[in-house]
């Protein structure tokens, strides 16, 4: 995974906030809110 999409779910984590992505290595972060577009 990307250094930079380490730190996208990183602050979303601690912000409570969602992704919205394409990226489907983002479903490796436990806890992590994804709105899948599709």
Do not use: C, Q, V, Y
Not at 16 to 34: E, Q, V
């Amino acid at each position: 995974m990307p250094t930079n999409d380490i730190w996208i779910a990183a602050t979303a984590l601690e912000n409570g906030g969602r992704i919205a992505t394409f990226d489907s290595h983002f479903k490796l972060i436990p806890g992590l809110m994804i709105i899948e577009i599709i």
